[in-house]
């Protein structure tokens, strides 16, 4: 009965994998991964319970019966054959393939799920928004514990951890759909006024400081655009403006606390409600964020980026970023 069962639980998890691959399903890998730990340490415990002993008592009752022969065989002058009793030992206490592909697997699992959801997350950079701080395929790490530890799948704070700050790079839950990740930079916190008019930016009232770069070559648009160093928070980051794209903002959505926005030809005004973030992409011009869909709850925090693990096309991007 078991091969039989965890047959049809691996082909449930192979079918999802291949429905989320082929885009029939919306994909939840924190989901799976917590089933995956879940299914293969019920089988791990039941392993260490019940099917191990089985087999080794099955092995003991072996020896017993193998020593009992050899001594009939002893006792009649015929040599017993030790290299046959090893194989069928070996071979009654190996594992059967459903718990090698279960209980064995358990503990690679656990440790995963463990580091992918307190410790460190990886992600792959899918668009430009973040330009020039991050590049399409960039392969990132983001810090699953400075903003406080959550319970994986249900995101629950467990612990308090640091506010996020202006100036930070966050991965978060994107609000209109919390089954996709965004990347944006931090922008406003709670209670500031953010106002983007005419491409400036301003909080509560006082200019952010931005210093006009070498204009930015971007090698997939193949044009350039203009280049600055802008001060948010503690430290500095660059951005890019594009001179072709106009000020306002065109078919901003319906969100939550919306009435908290003033929408002008110049651009936008919006004041930050407690316990949510307004995001801005670095891209300034060709960055789906805070402007069009609203703000972003505490709820929906992800994490923390810090660091480009890899790019397989640059390998000169591997570090820390601002």
């Known amino acids: 009965m078991m091969p039989f069962l965890t047959a049809a639980v691996l082909a449930a998890f192979v079918g999802y994998a291949g429905a989320w691959y082929f885009e029939l399903v919306e994909g939840n890998f924190a989901l799976l991964l917590f089933l995956a730990t879940i299914v293969t340490g019920l089988y791990w415990v039941a392993e260490r319970l019940w099917f191990l002993p089985r087999r080794r008592s099955a092995a003991a009752a072996l020896e017993r019966n193998a020593a009992a022969r050899h001594a009939d065989l002893a006792a009649r002058g015929i040599p017993a054959d030790d290299a046959k009793l090893e194989d069928a030992r070996h071979r009654v206490l190996a594992q059967p393939w459903w718990l090698d592909w279960t209980a064995g697997l358990f503990p690679v699992i656990l440790a995963v799920f463990v580091l992918r959801s307190f410790l460190f997350e990886p992600f792959k950079i899918p668009s430009g928004s973040m330009i020039p701080t991050l590049l399409v395929g960039d392969l990132i790490l983001v810090n699953k514990f400075t903003y406080g530890l959550r319970l994986p799948v249900l995101n629950t704070r467990l612990t308090e951890g640091n506010a996020p700050k202006r100036g930070d790079v966050m991965v978060f839950r994107y609000p209109p759909k919390p089954t996709l990740d965004y990347i944006k930079r931090v922008v406003g916190v709670p209670g500031d006024e953010v106002a983007y008019l005419n491409k400036k930016l301003t909080i509560n009232g006082q200019p952010v400081e931005a210093n006009r770069l070498k204009d930015y070559f971007d090698r997939d648009a193949m044009r350039y655009f203009k ?3 802008e001060k948010l928070g503690d430290g500095t980051h660059r951005i890019l403006n594009d001179d072709e794209r106009p000020a306002f903002v065109p078919g901003a959505e319906d969100f939550p606390f919306k009435q908290n926005c003033r929408y002008s030809v110049e651009g936008v005004v919006c004041k930050v409600p407690e316990g949510h973030y307004f995001m801005m992409g670095d891209n300034r ?14 709820k929906n925090i992800v994490g923390k980026a810090f660091l480009i ?8 991007r591997v570090g820390k970023f601002e």
């Open 227 to 229: 280049h600055f160093e």
């Open 285 to 298: 011009d060709n960055s789906l964020d805070s402007r069009y869909w609203g703000f972003v709850p505490d």
């Open 309 to 316: 693990w890899m790019n397989f096309g640059d390998f000169g």
